[in-house]
């Protein structure tokens, strides 16, 4: 609990000068997303960090939290913004170089085609530093009473509130997925649960380069 109120103070400094609609945005997703469930997952040697898809910059800012050096890349300008301690820069996932020791991707596939999953995660093996960790949180499409809330909301963000920057929803079972993890020369993937009493079916990959 303490944790999870100091998270929610570092976040509060952080957006306190954003729009409330901004604001509550941030808080929302917060709430609703696993963050520091995924946190415990960053190596405590990590010293630098990518997050592809990095929206507003939350998780990125948690991550700068523990002495991390972040950086994110966000296509959306809408969401961009300054955040304390973390380089945010306009553009998706080519328009920046070099090996990061984390490289996050959260929340971020579902609005790609799958068809572009493979040459997407070729660039990001490139962008993990050796004995790099990579994590990719996602929804777990076997997950069905939970995936169906999911589409739901997502259904929502897309059309009705226009707060998601996709035209489609892209799932893949966990296995498969994995096995297209292991197929772009990740090793020692596994599958966390990371959605206990979240309505969402949050699923996380974790993998090393």
Known sequence: MRSYLRALLVLHRTFRRRSI???????????????????????A???????????????????AERGIRAY???????????VDRV?????????????FDVVA????????P????????????????PGGTLLIKEMDA????KNAWNRTQEWLSMNLL???????????????FVLRLERAGFTDVRVVRVDLFYPHPHVLFVARK
């Open 21 to 43: 609609g901004t604001r509550v945005h941030i808080l929302i997703r917060f709430l609703t997303a696993p963050f520091l469930r995924v946190l415990r997952h960053v190596p």
């Open 45 to 63: 040697t990590a010293r630098t960090s990518l997050e592809i898809g990095a929206g507003h910059g939350v998780f990125s800012r948690l991550l």
């Open 72 to 82: 994110g890349v966000e296509p959306d300008t809408r969401k961009l913004g300054r």
């Open 87 to 99: 380089q945010l820069i306009v553009g998706y996932d080519d328009c920046i170089r070099g090996a």
């Open 105 to 112: 991707i959260l929340d971020v596939l579902y609005a790609i």
């Open 114 to 129: 799958i068809a572009e999953w493979d040459a997407l995660l070729a660039r990001v093996f490139a962008r993990v530093a």
């Open 142 to 145: 076997d997950a069905r009473l």
């Open 162 to 176: 226009r707060i998601t920057k996709a035209e489609t929803f892209n799932y893949e079972g966990v296995s498969a």
